[in-house]
């Protein structure tokens, strides 16, 4: 991984010494291009000590295609152009800024280009060769591959000239290139709002919030680099990438938190370990206090030096205090006496253009720049499947309002809609500030004693999601099954938010069985191969949902494997972030109401794991939305324990605007009713009777 083992393209210089240009010779080398600035632009140039214009070797065309030309330079050529003569084209355009193994076969009658070992483009010479040079086609020997001339901004790895074809496939794997990457599933505590841009709190100390983020340094082929090397976090500015500078008499701008220490990011680089290097990192400097700029993490390793393929940026971040009202939606509420809910009379939030804000449905982050996850101990604006389904069943009705966004990840315990400020927004409270703010005083606190601190109980509250993960682990060690539950209770209380409670209550059995998982998986090792990690999961899986319901697919692994990061050899942190994804979403399935869904054949409910974008996608065909009505289930991602969202399904549709959306099914009532002994209706019944959905849709898994 030495710095001497990359180089820039216009130093590339590949020699031809004995080798006549009739002879068969291949070419390999990887290939990292950024974007270029203008186009056409020429790779690598065909050079003769005795011919004054060079002839093209390989050419990025005006539609980032690669082009390869024959070995040819004539001293009696009649070309104007050298596009007219015969060459292979790429099939696709050339990808930038990343790695890409190039392959050129070049012989007397055919041209083969590969990209990482594949055939992609190819010429046959035989008859082209002669029309286009003209019958005086007097060629002349090759001796120089060039990139001196190149105007492309471009780095080259393990280049190498062979004499004979048949190389390529294996100089393809023989020494790939590294590149620094940000592992977005490692990503906690931030909020990605509806334009792409991360949100995330900080500014003074006392509100700023801790945010991890891992980096991985691996080759092409996904296999972490074992040679030691540190990575360095720096805040700069989203639109020049220059550092943000350092406030006089004022913290760093980035901090990074060691054993509960904060250093300024530049001190603390963090060390790669097994290809990977985990960051815990806050933002001292508010974007309002930098002309509303946004900002970005970058990442580089500067012992390495300074190449684009060991440096990373994160996506444009907006810095805000924990206050700021864009937590809440931009969209402005206001009173309207057309706006009644049916139950109490009271008024409805009425949006600007006069839409009603119905209590079913919490508004997309596409309408909004509002943040995806709405924090704990905000007002209640509608109505979870808890009081709707329940109390709509107790009273013989047949309609359910159930749905919230998961864009919106707000959680509603009441049909009253808050009232709004006089500003005309909304401001939604954070989980992290004062106890003030919650709807419970601490007077409303139970007289007996729990085993659990109240200390602790408000540690939880004000923790973010990967403390309250390392919180758990810690309690489900010692404390008994109806300690967590009281606890899960008490959090509720303090917070605001009963959403919690189902979480706190599974993470005994969570711990516990994923600590068993594991010891008979790995046999007591550090590391255990994916294969039999496989295996070993399809077991437990099946366990877990009782094996009355289908097991885990190749697709659904792959999914798993992508949410945790696994490789080939799979350590026990990748496995404990797979556990926390998978438990949950088999606690759901192993439900009697939920389990039909999962085990229906005809129809297919849920077709196995899939990502948000394969959802998309299978409601396009031929780039053209499906009916509206048409929806797929599936489970998030993005939420893993001890979040409150884990193990929910998630409805994307296509709405009657023509627009895909992603509406989080709450199963809380579920929790709730199987506590109380209330019977359950099944959730297709209560997913037909939504005015929205219409009919179910197809996956359509890529290949």
């Given at each position: 991984?030495?710095v001497?083992?990359y ?14 240009v009739?002879?068969?010779f ?16 020429t790779?690598?140039?065909q050079?003769h ?9 390989l ?16 001293s009696?050529?009649?070309?104007t ?7 292979a ?6 990808p930038?800024?990343?790695?890409v193994?190039?392959?050129c076969?070049?012989t ?24 286009d ?5 007097s ?14 901004d ?7 000239l062979?004499?004979m ?29 509806s ?11 006392s ?19 074992t ?7 720096s ?11 350092k ?27 097994s ?5 815990k ?5 508010l974007?309002?206090?930098?002309d ?18 060991l ?12 206050n ?23 008024q ?29 101990g ?7 499947f808890?009081d ?16 919230t ?23 939604f ?21 729990d085993?659990?601190?109240?200390m ?17 682990k ?7 099954e ?7 209770e ?11 409670r ?22 007591y ?7 039999n ?6 077991e ?13 697919t190749?697709q659904d ?9 696994c ?5 026990q ?22 389990s ?7 129809p ?18 031929l ?5 509206p ?12 324990w ?6 929910n ?7 009657s ?24 209706r099944?959730?297709?019944d209560?997913?037909?009777e ?6 179910l ?7």
């Open positions: 991984m030495g001497q083992d180089s820039f393209l216009r130093d590339l210089q590949v020699e031809f010494k004995n080798y006549e009739t002879n068969k291949s070419l390999c080398f990887w290939l990292y291009l950024n974007e270029p600035s203008t186009l056409p632009s790779i690598l140039y050079e000590p005795d011919v004054t214009s060079h002839a093209p070797f050419l990025l065309d005006d539609r980032k295609k690669i082009l390869l030309f024959p070995s040819l330079i004539s009696h050529s009649n070309i152009s050298w596009r007219e003569v015969a060459h084209v790429s099939e696709s355009e050339f930038t800024k990343k790695w193994h190039v392959g076969e070049v007397q009658d055919l041209l083969h280009l590969y990209f990482d070992g594949k055939i992609v483009g190819e010429k046959c010479l035989t008859s082209s060769l002669s029309n040079m003209g019958s005086d086609n060629r002349i020997s090759l001796t120089c591959i060039s990139g001196k001339n190149s105007q492309l471009g780095y080259v790895h393990s280049s190498e062979f004499p074809l048949s190389t390529i496939e294996n100089h393809y794997v023989k020494d790939p290139p590294v590149q620094l990457s940000i592992d977005s599933s490692s990503a906690y505590e931030i909020e990605e709002d334009d792409g841009v991360w949100s995330i709190v900080g500014g003074k100390a509100c700023r919030r801790n945010f991890d983020i891992d980096v991985t340094l691996m080759d092409n082929f996904s296999r972490p680099m040679e030691e090397a540190e990575v360095v976090a805040l700069v500015y989203s639109d020049d990438n220059t550092l943000v500078e406030p006089v008499d004022a913290d760093a701008a980035l901090l990074t938190s060691y054993d509960g220490i904060e250093y300024a990011s530049s001190d603390r680089p963090s060390k790669v370990i290809g990977r290097a985990s960051f990192l806050k933002i001292s400097q974007s309002s206090k930098c509303n700029r946004l900002f970005r993490i970058r990442f580089d390793i500067p012992r390495l030096g300074k190449y684009p393929f440096e990373v940026f994160s996506r444009p971040i907006r810095c805000i205090s924990r700021r009202s864009t937590r809440a939606t931009s969209l402005m509420l206001k009173k309207s006496s057309l706006g009644i809910h049916l139950l109490n009379g009271s409805s939030p009425v949006l600007d253009d006069g839409s009603y804000d119905r209590p079913c449905i919490v508004r997309e982050a596409k309408q909004s720049p509002s943040s995806k996850r709405v924090k704990l905000q007002e209640k604006l509608c109505a979870n808890k709707d389904f329940v109390l709509k069943q107790a009273n013989g009705g047949s309609r359910s309002h159930s749905w966004s998961e864009d919106n990840h707000a959680h509603q315990n009441s049909l009253v809609a808050r009232p709004v400020s006089h500003g005309g927004a909304e401001n409270s954070s989980d992290s500030e004062n106890s003030e703010t919650t709807n419970s005083p601490v007077d409303d606190l139970p007289s007996n004693r085993p659990i601190s109240d602790v109980v408000f540690k939880y509250c004000l923790a973010d999601l990967n403390e309250r993960r390392l919180l758990l810690e309690m489900a060690m010692t404390a008994k109806e300690e967590l539950v009281t606890f899960a008490r959090v509720s209380l303090f917070s605001g938010c009963s959403h919690h189902h979480q706190i209550s599974i993470s005994k059995r969570l711990i516990e069985e994923g600590i068993n998982c594991w010891n008979l998986i790995s046999n090792n550090h590391h255990v191969p994916w294969e990690l496989v295996s070993g999961l399809q437990h899986f099946l366990k877990m949902t009782f094996g009355r319901i289908r097991s885990l190749h692994f792959n999914l798993l494997r992508r949410v945790s990061g490789q080939d050899l799979v350590s942190d990748n496995f404990e972030k797979l556990w926390c994804w998978l438990y949950p979403v088999a606690f759901t399935l192993s439900q009697q109401c939920i039909s869904l999962w085990g229906s054949t005809s297919v409910w849920i077709e196995g794991f899939i990502t948000k974008e394969e959802a998309e996608s299978s409601l396009t065909i780039g053209a939305l499906q009916e009505g048409t929806y797929i289930l599936r489970f998030p991602t993005s939420r893993s001890p979040h409150p969202d884990a193990g399904l998630v409805v994307t549709y296509v709405g605007d023509y627009a895909i959306h992603h509406r989080l099914i709450s199963l809380e009532f579920i929790y709730s009713s199987g506590v109380k002994g209330t019977t359950i099944p959730i297709q209560m997913l037909l939504q005015p929205e959905l219409r009919r849709g197809r996956i359509v898994r890529s290949l």
